[in-house]
């Protein structure tokens, strides 16, 4: 009863055939499965503007809880590159390399990417199928191996197509099961012969049963390709190694001693080992990473570049074709380095090469950093709650951004870092961004593009173990973001070598520093006014004041009604002249000109944000939002000044009762802990940063 069990459960070649006929199952490459996987759906391809460019955005990269941030232009090459593979173009006989700075996610975007395809070919409908040989002890020669599954993971399509010499005896096997003359067509279109141990035993087994493929299929059965990250299965990664570790065997292979105890006739393929090798393991319409490509040495370089060209392995003559998309990194100093030794141009010939910048948008990166942090409940040494203080993820974000942002005539690094997230940068466009990045990206050195040079994730990553490792962090239990800099600072004078970069990096901590205390002038306002929206709320108001000034429908009274892009509700709202005028003048707004240009700028922005994105909120503009700050806090406490003297200088009830109830809000509606509240006053009360 069991021998009958198990028998049902055998897939037949024949069964297989007719599913793929049937459309049940797929017969397709790699670079099919993955332009299907990506662009499959159609409402998971969307538009997105980048550095003032359109280009697309492709959401199956963006799902999961750690996903790939950015990267647009990179991902775009990627699909273009592996579309034009699946149609039959010339990218079929490429690798993709992505080439760049250490630690600005080339690894990661591979492994995502090797995630996702495991993922997919998991789904019924998506599963890849090979080809096992049994009952081998009745052809004889083979020991006590009794069954011999394809090394390359080759499709069953494959087997049927190759089943007997001649093509049309194939192609009439087809015919019976089930296809049309259109769908054999179509199969042959994706028409490879069998690896050479394969095509061996079939031949064997053919002339063993006289040609009878009644006789022949009970030797064949069909089996799922294994999905494994761990035993590089369908993903599989080659890492380069040190000059004298590294063997071509770890790619494709070689001769097995075991094997060659069972198998009679020497000449027989089989007794190559290919599993030995990454390459075999993938070779089942799977993805091989090479990561770091160009550090390996030259006699591996030569296996990649005959692999990458033929899609084979080649080992004493005998050719075991692949089905495999080969995805490679290398950072640009190993890159520059193989470019100087003129022989290698072959392997470069043969790479789709995308520069990958690191991300510059610092709204992305507050995701990033948001990663970096983690996720999970920090503690300190001792075991007790770790608490992150809200201006954390900021100060780091744009103090990293900032450090790659080149240097430009055209842009500060504020401006190109605004314009870059899609925000308001004074008077300057996104058009002059655009200018700057054509320029830059027009450069023979790759590391003056834009983008190309900065402090990268790993670096960040370090930034943030310093920071956790002082002594401030563990006894305050609590991660202030005025400590922030400290760690970038010894970041930057340890592990950035070149002295002209430190230079800049440590001017560009300068500045983050700058919009960090501006970022703290808000908190301090919003503490102040006892409610955490307080400044947006007054930054909004200046805004709809100065749309509504000139209003038709504006009364006696001053008040001007307006539609609320956020509820859709009408909103009165009573203008007020004198905080226009001292916002405006707080601006160094002096004459009617000036400001009235400046109003129409905003409602110029207004119109083009609102319809865009309704929750804008113009709190990305830090000039504005300082102004509005200063004017609050001068009509409040005459002042900023005085409220640093009141929250300085408690000797008196009534500033002590202020400090407490800043504190209170702090703790209570803004999100900070007594130790990062205590310091963020303290830092407020300083003039660190004020310029």
């Given at each position: 009863?069991?021998?009958?069990?198990k028998?049902t459960?055998?897939?037949?070649l024949e069964?297989?055939?007719?599913?793929?006929?049937?459309?049940?199952?797929?017969?397709?490459?790699a670079?099919?499965?993955?332009?299907?996987?990506?662009?499959g759906?159609?409402?998971?391809?969307?538009k997105a503007?980048?550095?003032?460019?359109n280009?697309?955005d492709f959401?199956?990269?963006?799902?999961?809880?750690?996903?790939?941030?950015?990267m647009y232009?990179?991902?775009?090459s990627f699909v273009?590159?592996?579309?034009?593979a699946?149609?039959g173009g010339?990218s079929?006989?490429m690798?993709?390399v992505?080439i760049?700075?250490?630690?600005n996610?080339k690894?990661?975007?591979?492994?995502?990417?090797?995630?996702i395809?495991?993922?997919?070919?998991?789904l019924?409908?998506?599963?890849?199928y090979?080809?096992?040989?049994?009952r081998?002890?009745?052809?004889?020669?083979?020991g006590?191996?009794t069954?011999?599954?394809s090394?390359?993971?080759e499709?069953?399509?494959?087997?049927?197509?190759?089943?007997?010499?001649?093509?049309?005896?194939?192609?009439?096997?087809?015919?019976?099961?089930?296809?049309?003359e259109?769908?054999?067509?179509?199969?042959?279109q994706?028409?490879?012969?069998?690896?050479?141990c394969?095509?061996?035993?079939?031949a064997?087994?053919r002339a063993?049963c006289?040609g009878n493929?009644k006789?022949m299929?009970?030797f064949?059965?069909?089996i799922?390709?294994?999905?494994?990250?761990?035993?590089?299965?369908?993903t599989g990664?080659y890492?380069?190694?040190?000059?004298?570790?590294?063997?071509?065997?770890?790619?494709i292979?070689e001769?097995?001693?075991?094997?060659?105890?069972?198998?009679?006739?020497?000449?027989?393929?089989y007794?190559?080992?290919?599993?030995?090798?990454a390459?075999?393991?993938v070779?089942g319409?799977g993805i091989?990473?090479a990561?770091?490509?160009?550090?390996?040495?030259?006699?591996?370089?030569q296996v990649?570049?005959?692999?990458i060209?033929?899609?084979t392995i080649?080992?004493?003559?005998f050719?075991?074709?692949l089905d495999?998309?080969?995805?490679a990194?290398?950072?640009?100093?190993?890159?520059?380095?193989?470019?100087?030794?003129k022989?290698?141009?072959p392997?470069?010939d043969r790479?789709?090469?995308?520069?990958?910048?690191?991300?510059?948008?610092?709204r992305?990166?507050?995701?990033l950093?948001?990663?970096?942090?983690?996720t999970?409940e920090?503690?300190?040494?001792?075991?007790?709650?770790?608490h992150?203080?809200?201006?954390?993820?900021y100060?780091?974000?744009?103090a990293?951004?900032?450090?790659?942002m080149?240097?430009?005539?055209?842009?500060t690094?504020?401006?190109?870092m605004?314009?870059?997230?899609?925000e308001?940068?004074?008077?300057?466009?996104i058009?002059?961004?655009r200018?700057?990045i054509?320029?830059?990206n027009s450069?023979?050195?790759?590391?003056?593009?834009f983008?190309?040079?900065g402090?990268?994730?790993r670096n960040?990553?370090?930034?943030?173990?310093?920071l956790?490792?002082?002594a401030?962090?563990?006894?305050?239990?609590?991660?202030?973001?005025?400590d922030?800099?400290?760690?970038?600072?010894?970041?930057?004078?340890?592990?950035?070598?070149?002295?002209q970069?430190?230079?800049?990096?440590?001017?560009?901590?300068?500045?983050?520093?700058g919009?960090h205390r501006?970022n703290v002038?808000?908190?301090?306002?919003?503490a102040y006014m006892?409610?955490p929206?307080a400044?947006q709320?007054d930054?909004?108001?200046?805004?709809?004041?100065?749309?509504?000034?000139?209003?038709?429908?504006?009364?006696?009274?001053?008040?001007?009604?307006?539609?609320?892009p956020?509820?859709?509700?009408?909103?009165?709202?009573k203008?007020d002249?004198?905080?226009?005028?001292s916002v405006?003048?707080?601006l160094g707004?002096?004459n009617?000109?000036?400001?009235?240009?400046?109003r129409t700028t905003?409602?110029?922005?207004y119109?083009?944000?609102?319809?865009?994105?309704?929750t804008?909120d113009f709190?990305?503009?830090?000039e504005?939002?300082?102004?509005?700050?200063?004017?609050?806090?001068k009509?409040?406490v005459a002042?900023?000044?005085?409220?640093?003297g009141?929250?300085?200088?408690?000797?008196?009830?009534?500033n002590?009762k202020?400090?407490?109830r800043?504190?209170?809000t702090?703790?209570?509606?803004?999100g900070y802990?007594?130790?990062?509240?205590?310091?963020?006053?303290?830092?407020?009360?300083t003039?660190?940063?004020?310029?």
């Open positions: 009863m069991e021998k009958v069990a028998k459960t055998l897939q037949t069964t297989h055939v007719k599913a793929v006929v049937q459309g049940q199952r797929r017969f397709e490459n670079f099919q499965s993955i332009s299907r996987m990506i662009l759906d159609p409402s998971l391809i969307e503007s980048v550095n003032g460019q280009t697309y959401q199956v990269f963006r799902k999961g809880s750690k996903y790939i941030i950015g232009d990179e991902i775009n273009s590159y592996v579309k034009d699946a149609e010339s079929a006989e690798a993709f992505l760049g700075e250490p630690g996610g690894t990661f975007f591979v492994d995502y990417l090797g995630k395809y495991r993922s997919f070919v998991a019924p409908e998506n599963r890849r090979t080809f096992k040989f049994n081998l002890e009745d052809i004889g020669g083979y006590r191996i069954s011999i599954e090394q390359t993971f499709d069953p399509m494959v087997l049927a197509m190759n089943l007997f010499e001649d093509e049309a005896d194939n192609r009439e096997f087809l015919v019976k099961m089930g296809a049309t259109t769908q054999v067509d179509k199969i042959y994706s028409y490879r012969p069998l690896g050479a394969s095509d061996y035993i079939l064997e087994i063993h006289d493929y006789k299929a009970d064949f059965e069909v799922p390709v294994p999905i494994s990250e761990s035993r590089g299965t369908l990664k890492a380069a190694k040190d000059k004298i570790t590294s063997s071509a065997v770890d790619l292979g001769e097995s001693i075991s094997r060659l105890l069972h198998i009679v006739d020497t000449n027989n393929p007794r190559f080992d290919l599993r030995r090798g390459l075999a393991r070779a319409g091989h990473f990561d770091e490509i160009f550090k390996n040495k030259k006699d591996l370089v990649y570049l005959g692999v060209q033929n899609r080649e080992m004493e003559g050719k075991w074709p495999t998309l080969i995805v990194t290398s950072n640009n100093a190993e890159f520059g380095r193989f470019l100087e030794e022989e290698q141009a392997i470069v790479c789709r090469i995308s520069y990958m910048a690191h991300n510059t948008n610092y992305l990166q507050l995701r950093t948001e990663f970096s942090i983690g999970q920090k503690t300190t040494f001792s075991g007790e709650d770790l992150v203080d809200p201006n954390l993820n100060a780091l974000s744009v990293v951004i900032l450090t790659r080149p240097p430009s005539d055209k842009l690094a504020i401006e190109m605004k314009l870059a997230a899609g308001v940068a004074g008077e300057k466009s058009k002059t961004l200018e700057v054509n320029e830059l450069e023979p050195d790759i590391t003056k593009r983008g190309q040079k402090l990268g994730h960040l990553g370090r930034a943030i173990q310093i956790l490792e002082r401030e962090t563990q006894e305050g239990r609590c991660m202030y973001a005025g922030v800099f400290i760690a970038l600072e010894s970041v930057i004078l340890d592990y950035v070598r070149d002295p970069d430190q230079a800049k990096y440590l001017s560009d901590l300068k500045l983050a520093k919009l501006k002038m808000t908190a301090i306002f919003n006892d409610e929206d400044i709320k930054v909004l108001n200046y805004v709809n004041m100065v749309i509504g000034i000139d209003a038709k429908n504006l009364g006696p009274n001053r008040i001007w009604t307006y539609k609320d956020q509820t859709g509700k009408l909103v009165p709202l203008i002249e004198t905080f226009i005028d405006e003048e707080r707004l002096k009617r000109e000036q400001k009235q240009s400046y905003i409602a110029k922005i119109g083009q944000k609102m319809i865009q994105e309704p804008y709190m990305d503009n830090n504005l939002v300082k102004a509005v700050t200063d004017v609050r806090l009509s409040d002042g900023a000044g005085s409220l640093v009141a929250l300085s200088n408690r000797t008196n009830e009534e002590q202020l400090y407490n800043m504190i209170e702090m703790e209570s509606k803004l802990c007594r130790t990062c509240a205590l310091k963020t006053i303290e830092y407020f009360c003039q660190d940063d004020a310029n």
